[in-house]
């Protein structure tokens, strides 16, 4: 019962934040507004529901250094989309035409500072952690990857391949982020510097959901492959091959620090006590 209560607490307050988000979409300042305090708001409930359906100190979303880990991601996760950019406009398929909307990039803000924290508490806090405690952290981290890259495809203009990509990228690295550190505030920052970056700053479309205009009038153009199309660049192969290092990277820190979960480890555990002296 715990899985539902935690699902349905959270899922809750990302419904009724998203709507009002959607519903503040063209008044920046209100949708900041909006945005910020429900990201702040499902951080409570999350701990809350955490808290007395598991009856333990909710570890995963400490207050103890939050601001730097949170901070650090949201910079890597700036870092990571900005590389991407790079490569595209190396290749000469984005351009930046000037400055588009101040304003915009605010709305934004709340915008990507709302889903990044409801979708990053559902999937890897709710849906991942409790996974994988049944089936392994390996199952768990492409089970829960892939329904994540599903879930894209209620977007607007979203695409198979897309959703595919969006598996890969964030369902992987913002998972293997979550095993590496056990906090969620590192995939939280990764997921909101990510997002941020591609809207808020560079003015791309993010996962195809018709993203308003953001700080930079900019332009692609080019084989969808690379520029990822109407999806946005989360669609380009320069994407898919940075997170999936980011991943690799994670990973193997998580294996060096012994925090992934081997999928036979609740057997062994129960043979172990079985085998115990009466």
């Not at 809750?12 to 920046?28: D, N």
């Not at 601001?67 to 790079?86: D, E, H, K, N």
């Not at 920052?189 to 018709?210: C, I, M, P, Q, R």
Request: hydrophobic fraction near 50%.
């Amino acid at each position: 019962m715990r899985f539902v209560w935690q699902l349905v607490a959270v899922a809750a307050v990302a419904f009724v934040g998203g709507q009002g988000v959607t519903a503040a979409e063209g008044r920046p300042w209100l949708q900041l507004l909006v945005g910020v305090p429900t990201a702040v708001l499902a951080v409570f409930v999350y701990r809350w529901v955490v808290g007395r359906t598991e009856r333990r100190p909710v570890t995963e979303l400490a207050r103890e250094g939050a601001p730097a880990t949170l901070g650090r991601g949201a910079l890597m996760g700036v870092a990571l989309f900005g590389a991407v950019i790079a490569n595209l406009f190396t290749a000469g398929y984005y351009e930046v035409d000037g400055i588009d909307s101040v304003t915009g990039a605010v709305g934004l803000l709340g915008f990507m500072a709302a889903a990044a924290v409801t979708e990053e508490l559902i999937f890897r806090g709710v849906l991942f952690r409790i996974a994988e405690e049944r089936i392994g952290t390996w199952i768990a981290l492409v089970l829960t990857g892939t329904l994540f890259g599903l879930s894209h495809l209620l977007n607007p203009n979203a695409t198979a391949w897309g959703a595919a990509a969006v598996a890969v990228e964030a369902g992987g690295m913002l998972t293997a982020a979550y095993v590496a550190t056990r906090s969620l505030w590192l995939p939280i920052g990764l997921h909101f510097g990510w997002n941020f970056a591609a809207s808020g700053l560079f003015g791309t479309e993010v996962s195809g959901n018709d993203t308003p205009p953001g700080l930079l009038d900019s332009s692609m153009s080019g084989p969808s492959l690379l520029t990822g199309g109407d999806f946005g660049p989360e669609g380009s192969v320069y994407s898919v091959l940075f997170c999936v290092l980011a991943t690799i990277a994670f990973m193997w820190l998580a294996h060096r620090r012994g925090r992934v979960v081997p999928r036979h480890r609740r057997t062994e555990r129960a043979d172990a006590t079985a085998k115990l002296p009466r």
